[in-house]
């Protein structure tokens, strides 16, 4: 069982930023797509942001783009999401998940994922 564990979340105003962390304990972690999905109260998940294993390619929903960016560090295990320009509608869960696979495709948010963390809740006020 791949472990997951989210980090960086927090509450902040409006016009802030946070950083959310993801470490994950499994080896082989740079080959494998790294995503992040959030869930606000009474609201399907969404996937926000995608990067591929090797190319690093970045996905983003259009919800984040130009605010959220996606990073990873191989040497760490670890993935990020640096959240700026928050607004009170990215209060959310946030969630690290692995994806079965190397690359974020056009179909992403349609690929499968198998390793979820328990996520970070990310409160952010007016």
């Known amino acids: 069982q791949v472990e997951l564990v989210e980090s960086g979340g927090g509450s902040v105003q409006a016009g802030g930023s946070l950083r959310l962390s993801c470490i994950n304990s499994?080896?082989?972690?740079?080959?494998?797509?790294m995503a992040w999905f959030r869930q606000a109260p009474g609201k399907e998940r969404e996937g926000i942001a995608c990067i591929s294993s090797h190319t690093l390619t970045p996905q983003y929903a259009d919800s984040v783009k130009g605010r959220f960016t996606i990073s990873r560090d191989d040497s760490k295990n670890t993935a990020y999401l640096q959240m700026n320009s928050l607004s009170p509608e990215d209060t959310a869960t946030y969630y690290c998940?692995?994806?079965?696979?190397?690359?974020?495709?056009?179909?992403?948010?349609?690929?499968?994922?198998?390793?979820w963390g328990q996520g970070t809740q990310v409160t952010v006020s007016s």
């Open positions: 998940a692995r994806g079965v696979g190397r690359y974020c495709t056009d179909d992403w948010l349609q690929l499968e994922y198998d390793d």
């Open positions: 499994e080896s082989f972690f740079e080959e494998y797509r």
